[in-house]
């Protein structure tokens, strides 16, 4: 109180009591104006608190994340103080660890026809010390070792006729082989390796040559192992252009992008890929420029599965989510949030998935009223959600604000399930869509581990070759053939579709 007798408002206060108002209101006459300036206060206070308590919420929600509740790689839950234990969307199947009853086993086992026999005669007894190199041989044990002999560099020399011609003359030379070049060159199978160690098995150019260099006792140098791979990558134009063509026929494909390093800057690599095919391309954008300049999805009518990145949505062809990605958001939200309606939904998508599983094989979608079952309980679940997330209050501080209203995490994901419901549930109705789209999360992560054992691409070109040769790498492993016979078949000018994906 003043020397007046009144109460002056301190702005600085945090809190007034409903007693001490009283008071004031009490001995203060001017008490309508006062209150006022304490109620301005208050809700200053309030609003300050909200923000406060707002940011601290975020920056615990960030704290939170790690790979099973957000899409931050697994590599990044090693930089927290405790990781975090691993959760599988699999339940128990109460099958004994290791090798099931009917699985084929690669266990060693001894040959019928060693290469070579090395015979262990026995001389004395070893109780008596009698002489037994006379006595007859009752049986043998035996002990098979599987071994590489020595490796090394096999010289064939090829050797042209030269004749001159009793008639004419003339000097007559026999052709050499197309392939069959210069006067010393290596041959298509160590060549098929070298690009084979780099492109396959990522190992750094230099690395690689010393690894023939120690195996196989040839001096291969890095100018040679890029000029091989520079003739393969021209080699697979063709086959490229066809693999594309088949993508593009197909009923579902999977598509996915990552950040990837190019001469010190920020590019993206786009995959499109089926379960026998894959086709990669680098490019400097990430959005629609780059998937119209890969030439795939602008002539695609077919299903695309992806992570709901908004580009993807405008190709006019039938769209399927990544539930997946959906999973981990949802733990996000009941993690950090407890909002119940994303535990729901989480165990919802799972028992679809897990009733699609045990449909009958030649089905095509689940039964009708499956079906009906199903939807009722995903329309519950979303309005629920929205009881949980209702519209903000209009304020005199934010009506006035113009443009879209920021919306918590939870309500933008519950926006995402409540306007993409056919897109999130296609796998139920349609059994050729998969629940996620790990095939093309699969078919990226090789490339990021490149990134990570040797680093940023040096030029376009390089990173180019390496798409193009890592693809179809990728579609002859999904065929179960051979790398090195596939690589030497196109350093030799002979890569052939039908050959990879019948």
Same mark, same amino acid.
């Given at each position: 109180m003043d020397k007046k007798g009144l109460y002056t408002i301190d702005k600085k206060s945090s809190t007034i009591?409903?007693?001490?108002?009283?008071?004031?209101?009490?001995?203060?006459?001017?008490?309508t104006a006062i209150i006022n300036e304490l109620r301005e206060i208050i809700y200053q206070k309030d609003e300050e608190i909200a923000f406060l308590k707002a940011k601290i919420k975020n920056f615990e929600e960030r704290l939170n994340k790690n790979s099973s509740n957000s899409s931050k790689p697994p590599s990044t839950d090693a930089f927290v103080n405790k990781k975090p234990r691993t959760k599988s969307l699999r339940k128990k199947s109460g099958k004994k660890p290791g090798g099931q009853k009917g699985h084929k086993g690669t266990t060693l086992r001894m040959v019928d026809n060693p290469d070579e026999t090395v015979p262990h005669k026995l001389h004395r007894c070893e109780t008596c010390g009698i002489n037994l190199e006379d006595v007859e041989i009752t049986n043998h044990e035996r002990r098979q070792v599987f071994d590489i002999p020595p490796i090394t560099i096999r010289v064939t020399e090829h050797c042209a006729e030269i004749k001159n011609c009793p008639n004419c003359g003339c000097t007559n030379k026999a052709e050499f082989p197309e392939w069959v070049k210069q006067s010393v060159q290596y041959g298509s199978r160590i060549t098929a390796l070298s690009v084979y160690l780099r492109d396959y098995q990522l190992i750094p150019y230099d690395r690689s040559c010393e690894l023939l260099s120690d195996v196989f006792g040839c001096e291969i140098s890095p100018a040679t192992l890029n000029k091989a791979e520079k003739v393969c990558f021209e080699n697979l134009e063709l086959f490229e252009n066809e693999i594309k063509t088949l993508l593009i026929q197909s009923n579902v494909i999977n598509c996915d992008e990552t950040g990837m390093r190019?001469?010190?800057?920020r590019n993206w690599l786009h995959v499109v890929s089926t379960g026998n095919m894959t086709c990669y391309s680098a490019h400097p954008k990430r959005g629609s420029k780059a998937m119209n300049d890969m030439g795939i999805l602008p002539n695609y009518d077919g299903t695309i599965i992806h992570d709901f990145w908004s580009p993807y949505y405008k190709y006019s062809c039938m769209h399927a989510l990544c539930n997946a990605h959906l999973l981990r958001e949802l733990t996000g939200i009941y993690e950090n949030y407890d909002q119940q309606w994303s535990k729901d939904m989480g165990d919802l998508l799972i028992a679809i998935k897990e009733c699609v599983d045990e449909a009958p094989e030649m089905s095509d979608g689940l039964e009708a009223d499956q079906i009906k079952n199903f939807e009722e309980k995903? #329309?519950? %679940?979303?309005?629920?959600?929205?009881k949980e997330n209702p519209l903000p209050l209009i304020t005199p501080t934010n009506k006035k604000k113009r443009g879209r209203k920021k919306q918590s995490k939870s309500k933008n994901l519950l926006d995402r399930f409540?306007?993409?419901? #056919?897109? %999130?549930?296609?796998?139920m109705n349609d059994f050729d869509v998969p629940f996620d789209n790990n095939q093309a999360e699969r078919d990226v992560r090789m490339m990021k581990i490149q990134q990570k054992i040797s680093g940023t691409f040096r030029s376009t070109e390089g990173a180019l070759s390496f798409c193009r040769i890592r693809g179809y790498i990728s579609t002859a492993k999904k065929?179960?053939?051979?790398?090195?016979?596939?690589?030497?078949?196109a350093i030799?000018?002979?890569?052939?579709?039908?050959?990879?994906c019948n």
């Open positions: 009591s409903d007693a001490n108002l009283d008071v004031i209101i009490a001995l203060n006459s001017n008490s190019i001469n010190g800057s995903y #329309d519950h %679940i979303t309005k629920a959600g929205l409540t306007s993409y419901k #056919d897109d %999130i549930l296609r796998f065929n179960q053939r051979s790398v090195i016979n596939a690589i030497q078949n030799s000018g002979e890569p052939s579709v039908s050959d990879l």
